[in-house]
């Protein structure tokens, strides 16, 4: 079992930049594969960035490359996720998510976050 907690959500202007969080409790975070997904109002949630145990694989939505870099800290049992260049569609609610073994890009996961909020202002 693990808990995740994202941060560092907010209100930013349109070509700004945020940084997200989610830190996971446990000592076997490096079990686990993690993803950051997004849910806009009215939407579906939709995958936006994956990253493997180690780092060695990392995956991006079309919407995410060039823009958003997923990275994690093994010895801080945390994921980031580097939003820059954000956009007023990029306004919705980020999850973190978590499954054990391999890097999937859909919502194959185990565990999931209870979201923090980014509103881009045009």
């Known amino acids: 079992q693990v808990q995740l907690v994202e941060s560092g959500g907010g209100l930013v202007q349109t070509g700004g930049s945020l940084r997200l969080s989610c830190a996971a409790s446990g000592r076997t975070f490096s079990s686990y594969a993690m993803g950051w997904f997004r849910q806009a109002p009215g939407k579906g949630r939709e995958f936006v960035a994956a990253?493997?145990?180690?780092?060695?694989?990392?995956n991006y939505a079309d919407s995410a490359k060039g823009r958003f870099t997923i990275s994690r800290d093994n010895t801080k049992n945390t994921v980031y996720l580097q939003m820059d260049s954000l956009q007023p569609e990029d306004t919705a609610i980020y999850y973190c998510a978590a499954r054990q073994g391999f890097v999937v890009v859909d919502n194959r996961y185990d565990y999931w976050g209870q979201g923090t909020q980014v509103t881009v202002s045009s």
């Open positions: 990253i493997s145990r180690f780092g060695s694989s990392i």
